[in-house]
């Protein structure tokens, strides 16, 4: 299981979640209506069978097959020598050893070996839903302008309505504002601006510093040369012929 989405969507309301509800809600109407506009426009403007992204991918591969070998065993199934590994392409039903066509529903490198020497299309093999038509379906509805509240018209049994906050007890101490990491998530740790070492913060340092601390090559600050200060009566003082 992947958080991905909800991450992402989480890191662009950061700045407005501690915003009161309907503000809140307003603000993600708001961030909704910009996403599907831009991308509605975007796919409008499409004019390859797959959608950009999909038709570089596929670009890509097709250059990787290149250099690959393939064996017929039957009718429908394919040996594809990809360097020192073997890959076995079903294309009845489907299929490929390395699980990509599987998972994507995108023709991988060995599938596309495969295309390179049979007379099957590249884009037979790709799901639907990665052609135009459907991309453009996905955003093709509207989230329309809210009026103000003041032009709203709220049923009577809805304004009689009286809310109550939730009946629960509120936790001592400052809220928690940063979330509960995932099972199995390794979090960065912190690394102290003063001795330069993991686990702590500078406000938290409990390591001695050295008085006079050591350069990259080892050598210490108490053996460095120093200048003798001059006397005044030597300033002034002329040489011997």
């Not at 360097?83 to 991988?108: E, H, I, S």
């Not at 302008?145 to 032009?151: E, F, G, R, T």
């Not at 709203?152 to 309505?161: A, V």
Request: hydrophobic share 30%; net charge positive; charged share 25%.
């Amino acid at each position: 299981m992947t958080t991905n989405i909800s991450e992402s969507l989480n890191a662009v309301l950061v700045k407005v979640r501690e915003l009161p509800i309907t503000a809140l809600v307003n603000e993600i109407r708001l961030l909704c209506q910009k996403w599907f506009h831009e991308r509605r426009t975007k796919a409008a403007g499409c004019t390859t069978m797959m959608s950009k992204d999909v038709e570089m991918k596929l670009e890509g591969r097709k250059d990787r097959a290149q250099a690959m070998g393939v064996i017929c065993a039957d009718q429908y199934t394919f040996d594809v020598v990809d360097g020192d590994r073997n890959y076995c392409v079903d294309m009845a039903l489907w299929t490929c050893t390395c699980r990509k066509f599987q998972l994507d529903q995108l023709p991988c490198n060995h599938v596309l070996a495969v295309v390179r020497k049979t007379p099957y299309e590249a884009y037979d093999l790709c799901s639907l839903y990665y052609t135009r038509e459907f991309w453009h379906e996905t955003y093709r509805g509207v989230i329309n302008h809210i009026p103000h509240i003041s032009s709203w018209t709220t049923p009577q049994q809805i304004s009689e309505f009286e809310l109550q906050p939730p009946d629960v007890r509120t936790v001592a101490g400052r809220r928690r504002k940063r979330r509960l990491p995932s099972m199995g998530e390794e979090l960065p740790t912190p690394k102290c601006s003063r001795c330069k070492e993991r686990g702590h913060n500078r406000a938290t340092c409990q390591n001695p510093i050295a008085l006079h601390p050591t350069d990259e090559a080892g050598c210490s600050g108490s053996n460095l040369p120093t200048h003798q200060p001059i006397h005044p009566s030597d300033q002034h003082s002329t040489p011997q012929l």
